[in-house]
Structure formats: structure tokens, C-alpha cells
């Protein structure tokens, strides 16, 4: 029988799909939820999603388990994300990379914005900018001064070739139109001991094994990376307010659901997260890591997922990165 075009077989149906979804939402999550981690144990991602999913579990009343999937700079982890159910007891954490990743690599097997439901921005942490003391600049006016009197002659260290802290020096390149040479490193600590060394000049570093070098002496800080000051920093300036408008290059962290997770099951994950934010707990052991609180919406985590992904494309054709499969 057809009603109004639309036949009583399909109307049943669909009342029957929001049926299910409305007694799935009621009842979620009513098992445990597993928190997938693309990198190895004990790193940043690794922390944020245990502090998180430690009082998620303690709300919801369920365990949510951190299941570290490590490799490809998190693809492995984020692909086996992708594909699980889109019940909402598979979500992932994620990093910047995820935004920088489909730049840099040919073979991403999976589409940020297609096959993933953004539930929230965790945190963001900024970078600093540091020299070696022998280099005569005091502030990034300094720094872009002497990089156009010596261009290609200043180089810049970084954890590794596409990173985020690779990507963040090639958008200071690309925005203040000055010329430094990358040298990449295996790792942030040795990439900075050479910079304390004097064999590199300069590092868009962790603010977390920078610091104890800057009070030491043996470096110089600049300017952090983020948009605003830093609340655990208030003294130090932003690389946009101190030459640079603009310029904003931060590390973050997210939680993302499988895409067709119903919108009534992603609100409860983003309005758990976000309320685990906002513990003073919580916040204070962001603060120690360097770490500021986010928790925004599904929408908004969208259009920034979306930005990040025209803004890291963009740096990646200006500094003529050649792209290449994940080794």
C-alpha cells in the first residue's frame, strides 16, 4: 500500500531503525569500550587517552580499555579504527598527524573526513621556538631578520622528515618568506642536543624537554607556536603577536567514532569527554604535560579537522616536500 508515496514496508522500517537507535542511545553504553591509541605506550596519546578513559570509565560505570596499535605514524591504528562497528564502543584517539599524515604520504588507507564521526578536540599543545645561545637573535623579529640576511644559511632540527615539528618550521619558511634548511633527527632528544651542541641552530621543540635546557642557559626561547599565550606561560610571547601575524602551529589530540555512529551516541561521547575536561584533576595534569584543555563539538572538531587539512596540504606544496609511502 502506498501512503502519500511512501509505502507502509519502508515507513515501518525506518520507524523501526529510529526504534533501535533511540533504545540504543537510552541504553549506551551498557559494555566495555574499547579506546584505540595509534602509538606505542607511554607517549602523549598514550597518557591523554588513559587519563581520559580512566574517568570515563568511572562515569559511565563500564571499563574503557586503551588498546595501543602502534605503526605507520598512526595509520595502523586510525585504519582499524575506521573499519570497526559505528556503535560507539570502538572510538580512537588521534593526533595532529592524522591532518598532516595525507599530505606527506601517498598510501593513507583511509579518508579523515569520510570514514570517521569527530566527537571532540581533547587538548592542544604548542611548541617553542629555540636556539643556541650563540645565535644573535632575541626574538622571532630577530630570527626572521638574520634568516633574509643568511638565506638557506640558518638550519632547523626536527624529530623526524614530515612531522609536525618539520611542518611547523616550513610554515614560519612559507609565512615570514625567509629560507632555513630542515635536518631531520630520529627522535626530539637528539635533534635538540644537537641544537644545544651548536651543530644546529634552531628547533621548533616540545615545550616539555625544551624548558629544563632554556633554564639552564644552554638555550634560548622565542616565542611559543599557538595562538594565545600559554596559561602555564603567561610571559612568553606567541610567534604571531611576536613578528609573525597569523602563525599558529599546534600538536592536539582527539577522539573520533567510526563514520554512521548515531548522533545521539557521539553527543554522549563528546558530553562524557568534555565533562571529563573539565575536572580540576584532570586539568591540572594537562597543565603539567603542557597540554590546554579543548573539549569542543562534533561540529566544530569538523571544521577544524577540515582547516587542518587545507593548511598542512598548503605548507607541504610551498616547501616542495616530496610525498612517499610509510616506511
Not at 588498546?67 to 582499524?80: C, E, K, V, Y
Not at 570517521?116 to 611548541?127: D, L, Y
Not at 561521547?269 to 563539538?297: A, H, S, Y
Request: aromatic residues 6%; contains cysteine; proline residues 8%.
Amino acid at each position: 500500500m502506498i501512503l502519500n508515496g511512501i509505502s507502509i514496508r519502508a515507513l515501518l522500517c525506518a520507524t523501526l531503525v529510529m526504534f533501535g537507535q533511540t533504545v540504543h542511545a537510552a541504553t549506551y553504553p551498557d559494555k566495555p569500550i574499547r579506546l584505540i591509541v595509534g602509538f606505542a605506550p607511554g607517549g602523549p596519546n598514550d597518557i591523554v587517552a588513559r587519563i581520559v578513559g580512566q574517568k570515563m570509565s568511572e562515569s559511565f560505570n563500564v571499563p574503557v580499555i586503551v588498546d595501543n596499535r602502534p605503526g605507520a605514524n598512526s595509520m595502523i591504528g586510525m585504519q582499524l579504527g575506521a573499519k570497526a562497528p559505528p556503535d560507539g564502543y570502538t572510538i580512537t584517539m588521534i593526533s595532529a598527524s592524522a591532518a598532516t599524515n595525507p599530505s606527506v604520504y601517498t598510501d593513507v588507507p583511509f579518508d579523515l573526513m569520510k570514514d570517521f564521526s569527530p566527537v571532540t578536540v581533547v587538548a592542544s599543545s604548542a611548541f617553542i621556538v629555540v636556539v643556541n645561545p650563540s645565535l644573535p637573535t632575541k626574538s622571532i623579529k630577530d630570527l626572521i631578520a638574520v634568516a633574509k640576511q643568511k638565506p638557506g644559511q640558518l638550519n632547523f632540527a626536527s624529530s623526524g622528515a614530515g612531522g609536525t615539528l618539520h611542518l611547523a618550521a616550513e610554515l614560519f619558511n612559507s609565512l615570514a618568506h625567509v629560507t632555513m634548511n630542515h635536518v631531520p633527527y630520529k627522535g626530539g632528544a637528539p635533534a635538540l642536543n644537537d641544537v644545544i651542541a651548536g651543530n644546529v641552530e634552531l628547533m621548533f621543540s616540545p615545550i616539555t624537554i625544551a624548558m629544563p635546557q632554556v633554564t639552564s642557559g644552554r638555550l634560548r626561547a622565542l616565542a611559543v607556536t599557538s595562538a594565545k599565550r600559554l596559561e602555564a606561560m603567561p610571559d612568553m610571547p606567541t610567534i604571531a603577536e611576536a613578528g609573525l601575524p597569523g602563525y599558529e602551529a599546534t600538536g592536539w589530540y582527539g577522539v573520533v567514532a567510526p563514520a554512521g555512529t548515531t548522533r545521539p551516541v557521539v553527543a554522549t561521547l563528546n558530553q562524557e569527554i568534555v565533562k571529563t575536561l573539565g575536572r580540576p584533576e584532570v586539568r591540572q595534569q594537562f597543565v603539567k604535560m603542557d597540554l590546554e584543555p579543548v573539549g569542543n563539538l562534533p561540529e566544530q572538531m569538523r571544521k577544524y579537522l577540515q582547516e587542518e587539512l587545507v593548511k598542512w596540504a598548503k605548507v607541504v606544496r610551498d616547501a616542495k616536500l616530496t610525498r612517499g609511502k610509510v616506511s
